[in-house]
């Protein structure tokens, strides 16, 4: 049967309302090949119970939960169950938590469900997830939403590629910018040329060209159709509604490397949930969702006419629009792409802060062979880093042949390029003078993690046992993607100790964000609330900045720990978390 459970049993919810305790359901997942239609294109790919529109499990805190997973694929495949808390064994990571499941092999899973809110689960195997394999998980609290609402949708984003993810790897391992189609044209340079004059745009681009890297290096793949619930634009998703009532909106994003922009033109989302844990309700225009995050939303629509879901992609090379509306049928406005932003210096700031304490090559950028000899930097564009006070006169350069190099008009008294979380208001989480600091497209309120904070604490507060470095680092032009400088396959597992609370200290070294998740265990953002501070599973750490999280170690067995983005994750940058002693 190609279904899944999308109705709760009746029992259950009887059983939970008799104080009868939880017992065990059943639901069913078949892992198929489909054939997947965006309307813009047709491409082979993956799908759960015979569908390119993504399942829904629908779960009830309290439950145990048995998963059995049929695979009909001609390769193994895999499921994890993203953000949720289970024994190790059922997290589905081929090699680290279980052997994966071989074709035409039924494999069951069983696990207790502990906490209520929106997630998602996909494939842990090759690229099955950027091929089509994911899905949503909706778990409703067992005292009931926080935050009522009159109508729940799931709206799960996803970017599909033409290319299948292991061709979209190929290339980019090829040349990491196969799918840059950003790169800046000669129109571009007559126009900086006009604005900056011609040697200033020159040496602006000599010295990108120097990197190895585009100002517009923000995604590393374009040429994607972005889909709502496996929708294309032109396939508009529509979620219905009466006037006045409230709409929770369950955002997911469940890309392979977009982070995506969203927001409902001529509505406030109220924000209500991160992660799965509820936060504090937060009202605002628009927020950025980074891969594998999820936001609940409350909308209120007030007027019988359709609204529009706009999911604009981070870089601004695709958009996606789905409908809410009275009616089906209607079609929610299109609006204008906004520009497409320009990394700053301040964002491969921490490329440059790399060079100054480990070294040229572990700065996830190979300058050897640079010839830097007569490089004139007066001309440098370091607009966007007047932000106070930093000292960058201790920089050091050393490796680097400076010969010749004339600094005289770059302002070396802004801009160190490593902050620390804190930092200007709604840009707290990027590095000051970022180009990716994003803006509301009616001038009105972003939200930041700043603005996250958790409704009720998870934990109790304690001072962190240790700390622990967590270097995000890269070679982009052979699209290796590492922590602290090491690839997976190089790589020792991290050690933790059951019970101890580990402090994290996340500095990106490279010029894109990268989307960290941490399987089994919490990730508590440190913004400056204690207790209060959000927890998540996936944390977006921005160019050039460290941030800091916090986990309290409360699952034993062993972890996947990597970058959400699949290219990076294939590329390199993922450890095996294993936690010492605990229950086993
Ligand atoms: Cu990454």
């Known amino acids: 049967m190609k279904h ?61 939960v048995v998963i059995r997973v049929k695979n009909n694929l001609r390769e193994s495949t895999s499921i994890h169950w993203h953000g949720l808390i289970l024994p190790f064994q059922q997290d589905g990571v081929p090699g680290i938590s279980f052997d994966g499941i071989k074709p035409g092999e039924t494999f069951t899973y069983r696990f207790p469900i502990e906490q209520a809110g929106t997630y998602w689960f996909h494939s842990h195997s090759g690229f099955q997830e950027p091929d089509g394999a ?91 159709t972005p889909l709502i619930n496996g929708a294309s634009t032109q396939q508009n998703w529509t979620g219905i509604f009466k006037p006045g009532e409230k709409v929770r909106l369950r955002l997911i994003n469940s890309s392979a490397t977009t982070y995506f922009d969203v927001r409902v033109p001529g509505l406030k989302m109220t924000v209500v949930q991160a992660d799965g844990n509820d936060v504090k309700p937060v009202a605002v225009d628009e927020l950025r969702i980074a891969v ?65 304490h480990s070294g040229m090559d572990r700065a996830g950028m190979d300058m050897s062979g640079m010839d830097h000899s007569g490089m004139d930097m007066s001309g440098f564009d370091m607009s966007g880093m007047d932000h106070s006070g930093h000292d960058m006169s201790s920089m050091e350069m050393s490796g680097m042949d400076q010969s010749g190099t004339d600094t005289g008009g770059m302002d070396m008294t802004s801009g160190l390029p490593v902050v620390p979380a804190e930092g200007a208001k709604g840009a707290a989480f990027y590095a000051p003078g970022s180009g990716l600091i994003p803006t509301a497209a009616n001038g009105g309120k972003f939200l930041g993690y700043e603005n996250l904070a958790a409704r009720k604490p998870l934990y109790r507060d304690r001072p962190a046992t240790r700390e622990i470095e967590i270097r995000l680092t890269g070679n982009m032009e052979r699209y290796i993607w590492s922590i602290d400088g090491v690839k997976y396959e190089d790589a020792d597992p991290i050690r933790l100790k059951y019970g101890e609370r580990v402090r994290f200290k996340f500095v990106n070294e490279t010029m894109m964000a990268h989307p960290m998740h941490l399987h089994g265990m919490w990730t508590i953002i440190d913004t400056g609330k204690g207790p209060y501070d959000p927890v998540k599973h996936t944390v977006s750490v921005a160019p050039g900045t460290t941030l800091y999280t916090e986990t309290e170690v409360d699952a034993p067995g062993q972890w996947a720990f990597h970058c959400h983005l699949s290219y990076h994750m294939a590329g390199g940058m993922f450890r095996k978390v294993i936690v010492e002693g605990g229950p086993s």
Do not use: C
């Not at 008799?18 to 054939?35: E, F, H, S, W």
């Not at 900086?192 to 060209?209: F, P």
């Not at 594998?292 to 609204?307: F, G, L, N, S």
């Open 292 to 356: 594998a995050e999820t936001y609940d939303v409350i909308v209120q629509p007030r007027e019988a006419k359709a609204y529009s879901i706009i999911g604009e992609s981070a870089g601004r090379t695709a958009m996606v629009r789905g409908t809410l509306a009275p009616s089906q049928g209607m079609v929610g406005p299109i609006y204008k792409m906004r520009p497409e932003p320009l990394l700053t210096m301040a964002d491969m700031g921490g490329m440059m802060s790399g060079m100054e």
């Open 4 to 64: 899944t459970n999308f109705l709760r049993p009746l029992a259950v919810v009887l059983g939970l309302a008799l104080g009868v305790p939880a017992q065990a359901d059943t639901y069913n997942i078949t892992v198929d090949k489909v054939r997947i239609d965006t309307g813009m294109f047709k491409k082979n790919g993956i799908g759960y119970n015979g569908s390119q529109t993504p399942s829904i499990l629908h779960f009830q805190e309290g439950e145990d």
């Open 134 to 224: 994911y899905g949503a998980i909706v778990i409703s609290p067992k005292g009931g939403e926080a935050v009522p609402a009159d109508r729940d949708y799931v709206v799960q984003f996803t970017d599909k590629h033409p290319h299948s993810g292991a061709r979209v790897f190929r290339n980019l391992k090829a040349s990491a910018d196969y799918y840059n189609r950003a790169q800046r044209t000669a129109q571009d340079l007559i126009e900086d040329a006009g604005a900056e004059g011609l040697k200033a745009a020159l040496q602006d681009r000599k010295m990108w060209g120097a990197m190895r890297m585009m100002p517009t290096d923000i995604e590393d793949v374009q040429g994607f």
